[in-house]
């Protein structure tokens, strides 16, 4: 029981941050058609953004700020100006192959100007040791699910309660209609891309002091995110956020009872339980497209 | 007239070609892991033999002849790893270095051995040198030789009775786990768990839990350079305070690096160490970190020793003769004093294993100590 107790905590801390890795794939593919197969090289990539401004000698603070914004430019503004738009226009298909390029291209560039093995990164949870329930756990797993979670929260209610989340709402709906009522669709586009380069920069703030910083890593982010996406439902924040977190407990519990030969088989074992019997995902709604 | 002429037009090619080969450069071919889950073994192997090349070239080279590596990477995959050694074959090499996986190793000590070229690489499989490959030689101790004193030192220095395992499903981990296993079994003590792990692993929340719940007197951990860094970071994250027991791969500098604070208390034996008590050795720290600028682990020496065991071996034998050189370095003892670039004296048996010195480590302050020297046994 005890055992169980630290699995599901470690096991939600990091479906915390597949959670937000899948929420921004989900806000990509609702509102722009966008499926962007590199996702985790996007949360990869943040990490060695940061990287490179400490080595130029700032502080880490300093660095997590230029970090994100960095990340805005390159993994929202740029991604969208320079791969979606154009690619767009001939299918959904051609995009999401241009994006399998794009994740090859990333890894490669890192791996040739930064380095082919792991980089240490410093965590911004500090270590240390809470007690619950009689049991000692990580301050930096409840650090990284709190702060995840806090995330989530912040963005729902951007979604559900401000005008700027109603209209990117109507853009995912219907664009068309949305562009009638005076909705202003292309920047609501360009919003959902800056929010997902936000959140996967949150996300390899979090996760890189774990996996370590390497050109690698994002493979298998990216694989967790879009299984989470899929098993919470593609069309919703909460089934991204269900799915995330159900993921990092499932890959986890399998880890520890069944073996760890499987345990990247039960994640998919999962996702296609879910395509056979509930295809619009646990929370997801039947043909229906909203953020 | 005539044919005094091609006579001698004959003489002068022959002589002009053995001239020139005479001075050509020795080709020699590196396959290693320059990229994926071992990098940090390949390239400080990379390193390693590149800073010895430089030296020797510098003083004149090999026998009035410069040296020449080309290297290629096996992207720590053994399918790859095969191909790239194929490929060097082709090249007609007068060694072929690497790789530094034991699964690597094993896919590509047959193609070498077909060939008749020695193959001098950073496995450590106990396998490797059981199978009667006359080729294949090592640059470190195979785990025959070192986890007997493992266990030994985990009997009777932390005198455990119960120890939780953890491997890397690979050759590499799986050799080391049955070679200790078996040791335990010695000395009766318990494996209270037996956690396989996959390379490459990022997340060990759920292995470090099981260890948790296993409650062992210590653990011993054999995978990977960086998954021993995630390793020990878990343990921390997850408060394990119980001795850490390894061996070079979880106490070395790239781990310590990668690992921080986690690192400290870990204790391993390691074969080669640049923090180890010998004055050619701090030499070579001290050339490899003005070279590359980071203080290179174990990997780094396997790589500047293979090339001096090459020096030791064709200077001995007087001429450069690719055939030969296997037979020559069986049973060849290499004393430092006379040749400073193997660092310590090393001696090499039939099955091209490694007898020499070694050292138990403990991570202090993110500093290997070297807490007792193994002395070389004949």
């Known amino acids: 029981m005890s055992n169980l107790l630290d699995?599901?905590?470690?096991?939600?801390?990091?479906?915390?941050?597949?959670?937000?890795?899948?929420?921004?794939?989900?806000?990509?593919?609702?509102?722009?058609?966008?499926?962007?197969?590199?996702?985790?090289?996007?949360?990869?990539?943040?990490?060695?953004?940061?990287?490179?401004?400490?080595?130029?000698?700032?502080?880490?603070?300093?660095?997590?700020?230029?970090?994100?914004?960095?990340?805005?430019l390159l993994l929202g503004l740029g991604f969208k100006l320079l791969l979606v738009d154009p690619m767009l226009r001939h299918g959904v298909l051609p995009l999401a192959i241009a994006t399998m390029a794009l994740a090859i291209g990333m890894k490669e560039a890192v791996k040739q100007f930064f380095s082919a093995e792991a980089s240490p990164f410093p965590s911004i949870v500090p270590a240390g040791d809470v007690s619950i329930l009689g049991r000692v756990v990580s301050l930096q797993s409840l650090g990284v699910l709190a702060l995840a979670i806090a995330v989530v929260i912040g963005l729902t209610a951007l979604l559900n309660r401000t005008s700027v989340g109603h209209q990117m709402q109507a853009t995912a709906q219907n664009p068309t209609v949305a562009r009638i009522i005076g909705v202003p669709v292309e920047r609501m586009i360009l919003l959902t891309f800056l929010i997902n380069a936000f959140l996967v920069a949150l996300a390899s703030l979090l996760i890189t002091p774990i996996y370590l910083a390497k050109f690698s890593s994002?493979?298998?982010?990216?694989?967790?995110?879009?299984?989470?996406?899929?098993?919470?439902?593609?069309?919703?924040?909460?089934?991204?956020?269900?799915?995330?977190?159900?993921?990092?407990?499932?890959?986890?519990?399998?880890?520890?009872?069944?073996?760890?030969?499987?345990?990247?088989?039960?994640?998919?074992?999962?996702?296609?339980?879910?395509?056979?019997?509930?295809?619009?995902?646990?929370?997801?709604?039947?043909?229906?497209?909203?953020? | 007239m005539r044919s005094g002429f091609f006579a001698g037009f004959l003489l002068?090619?022959?002589?002009?070609?053995?001239?020139?080969?005479?001075?050509?450069?020795?080709?020699?071919?590196?396959?290693?892991?320059?990229?994926?889950?071992?990098?940090?073994?390949?390239?400080?192997?990379?390193?390693?033999?590149?800073?010895?090349?430089?030296?020797?070239?510098?003083?004149?080279?090999?026998?009035?002849?410069?040296?020449?590596?080309?290297?290629?990477?096996?992207?720590?995959?053994?399918?790859?790893?095969?191909?790239?050694?194929q490929k060097a074959l082709d090249s007609e090499p007068y060694v072929l270095l690497g790789p530094g996986y034991s699964g690597s190793v094993k896919v590509t000590a047959p193609l070498a051995a077909e060939a008749g070229i020695a193959q001098i690489m950073g496995g450590e499989a106990a396998e490797l040198t059981q199978g009667g490959n006359k080729f294949l030689f090592r640059t470190s101790f195979g785990q025959q030789s070192s986890m007997p004193k493992v266990a030994k030192y985990i009997n009777d220095e932390l005198k455990a009775k119960s120890v939780a395992i953890v491997w890397v499903n690979n050759d590499f981990g799986k050799g080391g786990r049955d070679v200790i296993t078996k040791e335990?079994?010695?000395?009766?003590?318990?494996?209270?768990?037996?956690?396989?792990?996959?390379?490459?692993?990022?997340?060990?929340?759920?292995?470090?839990?099981?260890?948790?719940?296993?409650?062992?007197?210590?653990?011993?951990?054999?995978?990977?350079?960086?998954?021993?860094?995630?390793?020990?970071?878990?343990?921390?994250?997850?408060?394990?305070?119980?001795?850490?027991?390894?061996?070079?791969?979880?106490?070395?500098?790239?781990?310590?690096?990668?690992?921080?604070?986690?690192?400290?208390?870990?204790?391993?034996?390691?074969?080669?160490?640049?923090?180890?008590?010998?004055?050619?050795?701090?030499?070579?720290?001290?050339?490899?970190?003005?070279?590359?600028?980071?203080?290179p682990d174990h990997n780094g020496l396997k790589g500047y020793l293979a090339i001096y065991m090459i020096k030791a071996t064709t200077e001995k034998m007087g001429k450069v003769d690719a055939k030969a050189f296997a037979d020559n370095l069986h049973g060849l003892t290499i004393k430092a004093a006379s040749e400073p670039g193997i660092l310590m004296d090393v001696t090499f048996d039939e099955k091209g294993d490694i007898d020499r010195q070694g050292f138990l480590v403990e991570i202090v302050d993110g500093k290997q100590v070297v807490k007792q020297v193994l002395p070389k046994l004949n």
Do not use: C
């Open chain 1, 218 to 291: 994002g493979e298998i982010l990216g694989q967790a995110a879009f299984i989470a996406a899929i098993v919470g439902g593609f069309n919703q924040v909460r089934g991204a956020i269900a799915g995330g977190l159900l993921i990092g407990v499932v890959d986890n519990l399998s880890a520890a009872y069944v073996s760890t030969q499987y345990r990247a088989a039960v994640p998919l074992i999962l996702l296609i339980v879910i395509i056979l019997f509930r295809p619009q995902g646990l929370l997801g709604r039947p043909e229906e497209r909203t953020v």
């Open chain 2, 184 to 295: 335990f079994a010695k000395y009766n003590i318990k494996v209270a768990a037996d956690i396989s792990t996959e390379a490459g692993q990022a997340d060990f929340a759920a292995d470090v839990s099981k260890i948790k719940a296993a409650a062992p007197d210590a653990v011993f951990v054999y995978v990977n350079e960086e998954e021993s860094a995630r390793m020990l970071k878990e343990l921390k994250r997850q408060a394990i305070t119980v001795p850490l027991m390894g061996e070079t791969t979880l106490v070395g500098q790239k781990v310590v690096e990668l690992a921080g604070d986690a690192a400290n208390g870990a204790r391993g034996h390691v074969g080669l160490t640049t923090d180890a008590p010998v004055d050619l050795i701090k030499a070579f720290r001290e050339k490899f970190v003005k070279k590359y600028n980071y203080v």
């Open chain 1, 7 to 72: 699995l599901l905590v470690a096991g939600l801390a990091t479906g915390a941050i597949y959670a937000l890795v899948a929420v921004g794939f989900m806000l990509l593919w609702q509102t722009s058609q966008t499926i962007n197969f590199a996702q985790g090289e996007f949360v990869m990539l943040p990490a060695f953004l940061m990287l490179a401004v400490m080595h130029a000698g700032a502080p880490f603070w300093l660095a997590i700020i230029l970090g994100i914004l960095l990340s805005l």
């Open chain 2, 12 to 85: 002068a090619t022959v002589s002009a070609a053995a001239a020139f080969a005479q001075g050509a450069p020795i080709k020699l071919a590196n396959v290693a892991e320059l990229s994926g889950g071992g990098a940090t073994v390949g390239n400080n192997w990379k390193n390693g033999i590149d800073l010895a090349i430089e030296e020797i070239n510098a003083k004149g080279g090999l026998l009035g002849r410069k040296l020449e590596v080309t290297h290629a990477d096996s992207q720590s995959n053994p399918g790859v790893a095969r191909a790239q050694v």
